[in-house]
């Protein structure tokens, strides 16, 4: 909304009506018409009891920045959106007063435009009420025309004029209908239900932001009955639908046909990209069967790929870096409970390994853990220990850091491995860890060693 539209609600809505409209509660006696008004132009005496109103002090043209638009004929400027909302929340009984289309329409905008969502769906459903007659006679004409198009109000010359309110226009289709014109009568009530599509789409849009994604759903469907091929109601609905909706397949397939029907309508639309990658995640959803299926789908694919990529790596003990497509889907991957469990059991599977002198089989299960897990202590000492027993160049420099970063983690990894029943694997783990970390729990590794 405009700001003059906003001022010009807020002045309705806060002063008594010079003529007041059908049913409105009778302006108390006494009050008459009165040219010493300083702000009302000579138009109209205030109420019995209301303050004086101020004279307006001009504001001199030099006081105003380099730019600055002239001001109105009043002198000031006009207030910020705080202060009108502010004036609109101060106003009593507004919510309660009957308002034209138009004016619940700007109300509804103002409060939207602002975050005040709640507020803003008030005053956007009282739009619609009052827009509901000609929306029901829209629904009815357009019944009668069956498969006939609806004409264009310039087609059946329905004579509107820019600013016309709703109420005037709809009684014109109004008699359009009452002469047994269903196309005349559908045409002139279409073109007067064009802002009401807006506000329509804007209370779908405030639902949603206030939480109500159900009664959202509703309201854009209740622009799309009107219009089907509403780009923005179809966008929101299908947006809405895969938002919340995301293991329902009927409703996720719902929401592909309203993104494909976003770019059908308009290719050149901004929506129109941003459409078209929806509509293709939505379909590897519903093929997928479910938002669920498909993050899992997901997560073991990278999984795979990652595996692949680590085993098809050479073999030599070179550090080589790590491609592109490695640290991509170690990066992208989810960290499910489902993915930190399967860890869980690689580094047990390993450990198992190791106590059987199954070296490669063990270093393969970590190489698996450590890109996930690069500060888990126990995949480290495991990894480490695998590369020593293969006797491999760079065992040294990775024992190294696991001795150095966790010491504790590599004599529980003998522990383990006594456990399993690889004494003689132990004693082999705590000698070197005992000769590579002399400083290191001497007491304790000594009493395992002389066991």
Same mark, same amino acid.
């Given at each position: ?12 809505? &806060? ?9 409105? @509660? @009778? ?42 638009? @002239? ?28 308002? #034209? ?32 007659? =000609? ?26 004029? !820019?600013?016309? !309110? ?37 209370? /779908? ?12 759903? =509703?309201? %854009? ?13 179809? %966008? ?14 009927? &409703? ?39 938002? #669920? ?27 080589? !870096? ?36 199954? %070296? ?10 450590? @890109? ?36 504790? /983690? ?42």
């Amino acid at each position: 909304m405009n700001l003059s539209l906003a001022l010009a609600t807020a002045a309705l809505l &806060a002063a008594e009506p010079s003529s007041l409209p059908p049913g409105h @509660p @009778p302006v108390p006696p006494g009050t008459q018409a009165s040219p010493t008004a300083p702000s009302m132009g000579g138009g109209g005496a205030l109420p019995q009891g209301h303050p004086p109103l101020e004279a307006e002090t001009p504001v001199s043209p030099d006081a105003l920045p380099s730019g600055h638009p @002239p001001l109105s004929g009043t002198g000031k400027a006009p207030p910020s959106a705080d202060e009108l909302l502010r004036q609109l929340d101060s106003t009593e009984g507004l919510k309660g007063r009957e308002k #034209t289309f138009e004016i619940a329409a700007s109300l509804g905008r103002l409060y939207y435009v602002n975050g005040r969502n709640v507020d803003a769906d008030t005053y956007l459903q009282q739009a619609e009420a009052r827009a509901k007659p =000609v929306r029901d006679l829209f629904l009815a004409q357009k019944k009668k025309l069956g498969k006939t198009p609806v004409p264009t109000a310039e087609a059946a010359k329905c004579g509107f004029t !820019p600013g016309q !309110p709703l109420e005037a226009m709809g009684q014109v289709a109004s008699e359009r209908a009452k002469k047994g014109d269903a196309a005349g009568a559908a045409a002139c009530a279409r073109a007067a239900l064009e802002p009401v599509l807006e506000t329509g789409v804007m209370r /779908a849009n405030a639902l949603y932001l206030g939480g109500d994604s159900a009664a959202a759903l =509703v309201a %854009y469907g209740a622009v799309l009955e009107v219009e089907p091929r509403h780009e923005e109601a179809l %966008y929101g609905r299908a947006s809405v639908l895969f938002e919340t909706k995301g293991e329902d397949l009927a &409703a996720l397939k719902q929401a592909h046909e309203g993104f494909e029907a976003v770019q059908a309508i308009n290719p050149n639309s901004p929506r129109a990209a941003t459409a078209k990658r929806m509509s293709t995640l939505v379909d590897e959803t519903v093929k997928a069967g479910g938002r #669920t299926k498909l993050l899992a789908s997901r997560a073991e694919d990278r999984r795979i790929r990652l595996s692949q990529s680590l085993a098809a790596a050479p073999k030599q003990d070179e550090l080589r !870096p790590l491609t592109k497509e490695m640290v991509d889907a170690v990066q992208n991957t989810e960290r499910t409970p489902e993915l930190e469990q399967g860890l869980t059991k690689l580094v047990e599977e390993g450990e198992e390994h190791l106590s059987k002198g199954r %070296y490669q089989e063990a270093l393969g299960n970590y190489t698996r853990v450590v @890109p996930f897990q690069p500060e888990n202590g126990r995949a480290k000492a495991g990894m480490a220990w695998a590369l020593v027993g293969l006797g491999r160049p760079m065992a040294a420099r990775v024992w190294g850091v696991a001795v150095q970063s966790d010491p504790a /983690a590599v004599e529980r990894l003998g522990d383990m491995l006594l456990e399993k029943g690889d004494a003689k694997g132990a004693k082999a783990l705590w000698e070197k860890l005992s000769s590579d970390a002399p400083e290191y729990n001497k007491t304790g590794l000594q009493a395992k060693l002389s066991r």
